[in-house]
């Protein structure tokens, strides 16, 4: 399997559209059927072995445990209960509307009632329109789809590692279905009065200071694939901060920036992964330093805080 493979977004538009309505619908499903985590850390997808994951949910709402898995192995969604029972359908040959009805029918098949309080797209287009209406998004390139959870499996297994160096509140590594990206965010501790006229799930996001890093695979304000970060609120001077490798960028972004390695770039490094990490400690040690934290308390080298413990050999 070759590193960091070719994904360019023009080679996967539509599927990448119609794919990112599928996940907020099976999203907005765990949305609804989960106990809420600060951040919104209940929601987002997780990495598996043959696509990604809503976890183990329900229960809380009077519905069996129940999961749903998008396998873009063999590209359908499953849906099982605790109990051992499970439904599946093809992911090809679906429009964004047919996906929608097939997976509530589904969900009913094994004893499963969830209501999507918002049955509709969040912060997309078409934000205005219906899933159940959504016959315009129907395509599926099953090569494509691999590609992107291939791609997903690899930007993971990156950001996994550079997790395993801090030793403070973090997120996990986590798929968003809303902005279709995947992320891990590092916590200083204090908190973040956001002005009340801020919608609510900006709100509860930066209720306290982060640095997030992540990778997105393009979108119309930026057509191509690239790994970020940014700090949240960005404190004064950040962007005078050095970046590696060289290709990097601070980007603006409304009235903040992103850090930003384009993918193509990254794939050109001799080595691709050690890039991406360096890109990522590069943008932590900025914003960081910016903004007061304590580098050296919140280090853990090789994974380990205790300081009586050798490292592992590398």
Partial sequence: MEPFPPMPLAEWRDTKETLHRFA????????????RR?????????????????RPTGHVDGNPIFTMDFDFVGHQLIVAT???RAVSFPLFGQSVASFHRTTLDS???????????IPRPFDLPDAARPFSEDTEHATYDPVQANRYWQVLSQVASVLEEFAARFSGKASPVH?????FDIAHTRFSGRRVDQPRQVDPVTREAYSREVISFGFWFGDETFPEPAFYSYTAPEPAGLTAEPLTPASARWVPRGDSHLAV?????????????????DFYDGAYRAGATRAGWD?????????????HLPLPPI
């Fill in 24 to 35: 907020q619908v099976v999203g907005k499903i765990r949305l609804a059927a989960s106990d």
């Fill in 261 to 277: 390695l384009r993918y193509d770039d990254a794939r050109a490094e001799s080595d691709p992964r050690t890039a991406v990490l």
């Fill in 82 to 84: 605790l109990d051992g």
């Fill in 107 to 117: 969900l009913a098949a094994l004893g499963v009632a969830v209501d999507i309080d």
């Fill in 175 to 179: 798929h968003f279905w809303h902005t």
């Fill in 38 to 54: 600060n951040h919104w850390w209940n929601v987002p997808f997780h990495l598996t072995g043959r696509g990604i994951t809503t």
């Fill in 295 to 307: 580098i050296d308390e919140f280090a853990c080298p090789g994974g380990i805080t205790d300081p």
